[in-house]
């Protein structure tokens, strides 16, 4: 293995373990030959294909076609209920990752029974349960809860290098299986209990009045569907999260073959975990405060402004410093923005079913950008090619949002 020797690990393999290849050597623009098989783990870390893998075509997917399913599951058995049954199945569903390998369709094979199940651990649960409970101050409380994605961000990285170190990767999901089962389940079980609307999620248009399947009024997905608000915050939302999902994973690249230095874009690049965490807080403050689509307009708009910076980007620190913090502080406020605006714009009757489809819209085109980014870099030999089309995305969504007009409340007619 002469030729892997060239290339710097950054994140060697702990283990001796050979994963199956035939799936890996189609990837055109994994170095395989130079890799070998036995760093193959490091080429998916450096080239996202992992987590593209797993959320963008498999978890992003099922959130898109089970959010209707979803959401009927949640009027069933009520919103608390669903949570409970979903935090218990990640555990067994987490312990089977270690399990895969050999083959590519043991790896297709649980991260399609991840996928499923994780969406009813994700942020339209969490969400539909802050819109259920608040109104005035649903900015901010959706800034809050939605924050601990942003806080994982930063601690879990780590922890979870400490652990692959000891224990080998499989080991990192058998921590996490163990983190859902004694923090997240208790923490569920304990606190997801009050009040009764948790216990008891308004049904989907169609409810009989003076149920108390009636209590939440809103837009059925078909009435959603039919309307131009959907459709235009959707596409809106694929716009920005493909700009999001390519400029977040190819920051540190982005910064390095400009001439700032790895150490320094590393940690030029951990900032933006620290202002993804201000962005939704302070996107959750002003949402109480001001229209929710100025809000969303103005965090794409943040991301505008990185974008631009990185066209003339320098290798210098300070402005290194900058982008990031402006990238993250648009990130920060984008999703739970979106989760404003849904509740807003359709009500709480099909919420759960009309978020988790522009979710996993969201999803597909976040998790997709890495790949089209880094195609596009290995065929060009960089990256500015592609930041006057993300600029232009942006300019495109940024218009969808500030178009999409005031909500409309549901009327018969729209259902027929």
């Not at 959907?230 to 700009?243: D, E, P, R, T």
């Amino acid at each position: 293995m002469p030729e892997s020797a060239r290339i710097e690990h950054q994140t060697p393999c702990t283990s001796s373990d050979v994963t199956g290849t035939s799936y890996f050597r189609r990837i055109p623009y994994l170095d395989f030959e130079r890799a070998g098989d036995h760093k193959i783990i490091w080429e998916l870390n450096r080239h996202q294909h992992l987590v593209i893998l797993a959320q963008a075509f498999i978890q992003s997917f099922f959130t898109l076609v089970l959010a209707p399913v979803a959401g009927r599951i949640v009027a069933r058995i009520g919103l608390r209920r669903y949570a409970i049954v979903s935090v218990t199945a990640i555990v067994p569903s987490l312990l089977l990752v270690p399990l895969a390998g050999g083959e590519a369709w043991t790896w297709y094979a649980v991260w399609i029974v991840f996928g499923v199940i994780q969406v009813g651990i994700g942020p339209m649960i969490w969400s539909m349960a802050i819109t259920t409970l608040f109104d005035k101050a649903r900015g901010v409380a959706l800034a809050i809860a939605l924050s601990g994605g942003g806080i994982a961000f930063l601690v879990f990285p780590p922890v979870a290098v400490a652990v692959e170190a000891g224990y080998g990767w499989r080991g990192v999901y058998v921590m996490l299986a163990l983190l859902f089962l004694v923090i997240q389940l208790p923490m569920t079980l304990l606190l997801f209990m009050r009040p009764r609307h948790l216990s008891s999620v308004p049904a989907e248009a169609g409810s009989s009045p003076g149920s108390a399947s009636s209590a939440a009024v809103g837009h059925s997905l078909a009435q959603a569907l039919r309307g131009r608000q959907f459709w235009q915050l959707g596409l809106a939302c694929m716009l920005v999260a493909l700009v999001e999902g390519a400029m977040i994973i190819h920051l540190f690249p982005i910064m390095n073959e400009a001439g700032l230095a790895k150490a320094e874009a590393a940690g030029v690049a951990s900032l933006m975990g620290f202002a993804m965490i201000i962005g939704r807080l302070g996107a959750g403050v002003l949402l109480d405060r001001i229209p929710a689509t100025l809000v969303f307009a103005g965090a794409m708009g943040l991301i505008l402004l990185a974008v631009l910076l990185a066209m003339r980007f320098d290798g210098s620190r300070g402005p290194a410093a900058i982008i990031a913090l402006l990238l993250g502080l648009g990130a920060g406020g984008t999703t739970n923005t979106l989760a404003y605006l849904t509740g807003r714009h359709f009500g709480l009757g099909s919420y759960a079913t009309i978020f988790g489809l522009l979710m996993g819209m969201f999803g597909l085109a976040f998790g997709s950008a890495p790949t089209i980014a880094g195609h596009v870099r290995d065929k060009f030999g960089g990256y500015d090619p592609l930041f006057a089309v993300f600029a232009a995305a942006l300019g495109a969504s940024i218009l969808l949002i500030l178009t999409l007009g005031r909500a409309r409340p549901p009327t018969p007619d729209m259902a027929a």
